[in-house]
């Protein structure tokens, strides 16, 4: 798996699973779950370009 795109899976799924859980109980921080979602869709998209990874 590319690495990219496991990071950005691991943010994503991450981040969701914060908001989830600040909607339930509020708690410090919890806006960064958002962050966290928008590096982690932005990583999964560069991670499945073709040209994510080049080789020199």
Known sequence: MN???G???LF????VAAYLA???VPYPG???SLTAV???VTL???GRSPHSEATA
Request: charged share 5%; proline share 0%; aromatic share 4%.
């Open 3 to 5: 690495t990219v795109f």
């Open 22 to 24: 600040g909607v339930a």
């Open 7 to 9: 990071s950005g899976l």
């Open 30 to 32: 919890r806006a960064l």
């Open 38 to 40: 928008m590096v982690g």
């Open 44 to 46: 999964l998209a560069v």
């Open 12 to 15: 994503t799924v991450g981040g």
